[in-house]
């Protein structure tokens, strides 16, 4: 195993793959993916592939007649794996002394708390405008997110040999 890649396979040997289901729920692209997402470390290139295909799901799911279940089942889902990617971007922060974790980290606080605000909201019937909170709150944070302090980190970590 060559050192490029010594970081990754840690990181996988801590955190266990996450298995996302199949399900779809509407065809709704709120968010494509795009070579400029990529922040050059290929498994959080595809976390973030799996997070936009989440959120494109959440969206079709608000948009259904009738959300009830399933937006809320794909919240929930969405909410595991944001946490699981959390971890992984997380884990790599600390093997490697990310001097940007304490801001990385609360801007992932950040998310969680939006994600859990959703649904704590769909559970008491306030997601009239969840589709709204959706398309601008979800879409905007993310790509915001990965262009920004996911590119540090990934330029960071490259310059680490993680690929």
Do not use: C
Not at 76 to 91: A, G, M, W
Request: net charge negative; hydrophobic share 35%.
């Amino acid at each position: 195993m060559g050192t490029e890649n010594s970081g990754a396979t840690v990181i996988h040997a801590i955190i266990p793959e996450y298995s996302m289901g199949e399900s779809t729920v509407g065809a709704v692209s709120v968010i494509t993916w795009k070579p400029n997402l990529s922040v050059g470390i290929a498994d959080v290139d595809e976390d973030h592939k799996k997070l936009i295909k989440m959120i494109n799901r959440l969206f079709g799911a608000a948009l259904s007649p009738q959300p009830g279940q399933i937006l809320g089942d794909v919240l929930e889902e969405l909410t595991r794996y944001v946490v699981f990617h959390f971890n992984r971007e997380e884990e790599y922060m600390r093997r490697f002394d990310y001097p940007g974790f304490v801001e990385h980290k609360k801007e992932h606080e950040r998310l969680i708390d939006t994600a859990t605000r959703f649904k704590r909201n769909l559970d008491s019937g306030l997601a009239m405008n969840l589709k709204d909170e959706i398309e601008k709150s979800l879409r905007d944070w993310l790509v915001v997110h990965i262009q920004g302090q996911d590119r540090h980190l990934g330029h960071f970590l490259n310059e680490q040999g993680v690929k």
